[in-house]
């Protein structure tokens, strides 16, 4: 799978409040263990199968949790499975139904201590973003620590703070097996690459997000394209096309196995941010 983007989804909260049909999709897998059961196509949330129970990342907004919920069952899974909940950045449209999950799961939210500020502090600019979503605040029970990964079953997460799109944008990084090869792959995902809150206008109006965020976003980018990753994962499924291969993953034939696409994609978000300083 070599690396391709596509262009944003207009208007995607009045989508999933008014219409949802429109940006439905059943939930798909990606690679031997992690499905992608955002339930629709707008934020990527994905679940990982640790062999002893299931870590849910990000979760979109209030209004299309619903849809993960589905998605979650459609995969074969149970809430009740679900044992952590990781959140990678506090923007509404990716914990907006944090709150809720954890009340249905039982499970806690882990997220960067320094966006669990941002979110407590600020919510103008993280939480209450859009007139046509209904998020529900919430406080994060455990933080990500880059020197203590967090394990599950057979899986371990490396969580890597990742600032630039918000202070504590925190990306993902694990391996899997592939039970019929015996390979093993590196997995991704990256916290959050937006360079909507990346450009000086959003930093004319911002009372949290500063220029240096941008400095470390592009510092930080080298050190990131030269990790090994076989598989990558958007956070936001136009940002790496997925949606046109769902439904043709098996141990046998794995249509994201490409380890290019990962530098590739640093590369095109960090020149979108440069494109946004001229």
Known sequence: MSFRCSKA???PVAKLAYEPWTLAVEPFQVSPQTWYVAGQTWVGCYLIDTGDGLILIDTAIAESAYLLVDAVYRAGYRLSDI???????????HCGAAAAMRALTGAPIYMSREDGRFLEECPEETMVLDKDSHPQMFRP?????????IRLGNITIRTMLTPGHTIGCTSFFWEEKNPVTGEVYQLAMHGGVGANTMNDDYYASSRYLTPALRERFLSDAEKLKAIHVDIALPSHPNQIEILDKAGQYTHENQPYLDDSVWADFIEERVRQVKVLMK
């Open 9 to 11: 989804i207009s208007n």
């Open 83 to 93: 044992k952590m909940i990781l959140i990678s950045h506090a923007h509404f449209d």
């Open 141 to 149: 029970d455990c933080y990500y620590s880059d020197e203590e990964p």
